[in-house]
């Protein structure tokens, strides 16, 4: 069973405007959650994360919202640039580091111009 | 700081053979984990190594294995190859276990 999902398969966003990616997760003992930004023939990229202890957590233009009883959090990016055209991947971990990553299958970002 | 390096960055093996894929973590970071990448699965864990030791492993079969030297640097072995091994190897390190995992540029494993 999936642990971690995106529903999104892809998402267009015009660029200068809001992107917002989401993401679902089943297992509540998950309790660290990380957005990776893949291009092709390239490996993930590290872009943000977030503790279950926090709900938000800002780094420039990214920004990642848990909401934990929903179990879902969310990837905002203000203002999307062209060069954010790629597939996005939430993951989680049980405990920070103590575990493997579990991904989602991801989202593909395409900016508009 | 140089990032994760894994090599080969392609290859192509025949069903049957055995292969061994290598990664050179980060400078300092101690742990490194394997991910097996495919269109159908996603990305999927394989193992984790830290101090030389596998601290966790993701559910594959035992053709699946690795091994941490004392320089962090890793290796992962698949014996048996099956065609469904076919897959984007990706390599991660981090400092610690507690932190967030960096990722090389993979392996492209065709098995024919």
């Known amino acids: 069973d999936q642990q971690v999902k995106q529903n999104s398969p892809s998402l267009s966003v015009q660029e200068g405007r809001i992107s917002i990616l989401n993401c679902d997760y089943t297992?509540?003992?998950?309790?660290?959650f990380l957005w990776y930004k893949k291009y092709p023939a390239e490996g993930p990229t590290f872009l943000i994360s977030i503790s279950s202890i926090k709900d938000k957590n800002e780094d420039g233009r990214f920004t990642v919202f848990l909401n934990k009883s929903a179990k879902h959090l969310s990837l905002h990016i203000v203002p999307s640039q062209p060069g954010d055209s790629a597939v996005y991947f939430c993951?989680?971990?049980?405990?920070?580091?103590?575990?493997?990553?579990?991904f989602g299958k991801g989202t593909h970002l395409i900016i508009q111009p | 700081k140089a990032g994760v390096t894994q090599t080969p960055r392609y290859l192509i093996k025949t069903r049957g053979q055995q292969v061994t894929l290598s990664c050179s973590p980060i400078s300092g970071h101690r742990s490194v984990s394997w991910y097996q990448q495919t269109p159908g699965q996603g990305l999927q864990f394989l193992f984790e190594y830290f101090s030389e030791t596998q601290r966790n492993k993701g559910n594959f079969p035992g053709r699946f294995s690795g091994r941490q030297f004392s320089n962090s640097r890793s290796e992962m072995n698949v014996s048996t190859l099956e065609l469904g091994d076919s897959a984007l190897y990706l390599c991660?390190?981090?400092?610690?276990?507690?932190?967030?995992?960096?990722f090389g540029p993979g392996t492209r494993l065709t098995v024919t």
């Open positions: 297992n509540s003992m998950f309790d660290y």
């Open positions: 991660a390190s981090s400092l610690a276990r507690t932190t967030e995992q960096y």
């Open positions: 993951a989680a971990s049980l405990v920070v580091g103590a575990d493997g990553l579990t």
